[in-house]
């Protein structure tokens, strides 16, 4: 079965410095997805991009955040400067277009800002 | 808004019993999917059902079994004689077609089963 592949799935950095979490989503999805999970709280969405640009971005997605296709096949999440709150689990999800058959998750990846 | 409520943060029991899960959402949308995630403590999300807003049925599978109540808003899972393994956090989603194609999660429900 196809999967979302996240990588690293653990990383700790000190804060301030740049972070970049990477994603594969399945091959013929169209819409990709960032989600946080702060420690012991719900999965909020963050971002989604279609296209090639965002087409929708919450309130935490701030301008420490960016996203970026850079090739046909990865899909990351880069946070500039870190800080002790964007510890939490962060997880891609990709989906086809006009259906929900194909909406996966990744495993995430661990952040942890010291 | 669009909101999913899950009143219930942590629950126990005892293996072999059985045990529901509450979750009510809000939405002013006549189309939209509701799902059912179990995050295990290795923290992934693993996918347990969709429901879409025209199908009332129930659904059984194993010895899950989820209940979607239109009138009163609602999509309660019910796991019936519960396992050890059963121990995790279950989290309600809600999908709402069009724009972004987003999901809005509940806070999720702990579920401890003890041996």
């Known amino acids: 079965e196809p999967e979302v592949t996240q990588t690293p799935s653990h990383q700790v950095t000190q804060m301030g410095q740049e972070v970049i979490l990477r994603c594969v989503p399945i091959?013929?999805?169209?819409?990709f997805y960032w989600y946080r999970q702060i420690l012991g709280q719900k999965v909020e969405f963050l971002v989604s991009?279609?296209?090639?640009?965002?087409?929708?971005k919450s309130e935490i997605f701030d301008d420490q955040f960016s996203v970026e296709r850079p090739d046909g096949s990865n899909f990351t999440l880069k946070i500039r400067s870190t800080k002790l709150e964007d510890s939490a689990m962060y997880f891609c999800?990709?989906?086809?277009?006009?259906?929900?058959?194909?909406?996966?998750f990744g495993s995430g990846t661990r952040l942890t800002v010291v | 808004a669009q909101k999913v409520t899950q009143a219930q943060t942590e629950i126990s029991v005892v293996e072999k019993e059985d045990v529901t899960l509450d979750c009510v959402y809000e939405?002013?949308?006549?189309?939209?999917?509701l799902f059912w995630y179990k995050q295990p403590p290795s923290g992934e999300l693993v996918f347990l059902i969709r429901?879409?807003?025209?199908?009332?049925q129930n659904e059984i599978s194993g010895r899950y079994s989820w209940n979607f109540q239109k009138s009163t808003s609602s999509f309660n899972f019910t796991i019936t004689a519960s396992q050890v393994v059963d121990s995790a956090v279950y989290f309600c989603?809600?999908?709402?077609?069009?724009?972004?194609?987003?999901?809005?999660f509940g806070k999720g429900t702990k579920l401890t089963v003890n041996p």
């Open positions: 989603a809600l999908f709402l077609r069009g724009g972004s194609e987003k999901l809005v």
């Open positions: 991009f279609y296209n090639n640009e965002i087409s929708e």
């Open positions: 939405t002013r949308d006549t189309t939209y999917y």
């Open positions: 091959s013929n999805h169209l819409y």
């Open positions: 429901r879409n807003s025209f199908d009332e």
């Open positions: 999800a990709s989906s086809e277009f006009g259906s929900l058959n194909g909406y996966t």
